[in-house]
């Protein structure tokens, strides 16, 4: 199945429709806050290395990667404020 992806997606909307596609797969994940991080555990709010707003067609040319080989992580906001994020 073939789905396309919105090249100007935020980081906002990456978040929700994670956090959506996750609750809705795991009942058991709670419904709280999260935080949307680059695989170095860096929150997703910029272009690495720049002041550019995130959109993913940004990022996708940044990385020079596929869309489907692109990687984000979801981390509950609270461990990420704690410290306790898992990168």
């Known amino acids: ?3 396309s992806v919105d090249p100007d997606l935020t980081a906002a909307d990456i978040l929700q429709r994670a ?3 996750h609750c809705a797969c795991d009942c058991m994940l709670p419904r709280t806050t999260y935080r949307l ?3 170095d555990g860096q929150p997703v709010e910029f272009i690495p290395g ?3 707003p ?9 990385v020079g990667k596929a869309y489907q080989k692109l990687v984000l ?3 509950d906001a609270e461990d990420y404020s704690a410290g306790t994020s898992p990168h």
Do not use: G
């Not at 995130?54 to 940044?62: D, M, R």
């Open 73 to 75: 992580f979801l981390c």
């Open 50 to 52: 720049t002041q550019e």
């Open 19 to 21: 956090v959506d596609k």
């Open 54 to 62: 995130f959109s993913l067609v940004k990022y996708k040319l940044f």
């Open 1 to 3: 199945m073939l789905t």
């Open 37 to 39: 991080l680059y695989p």
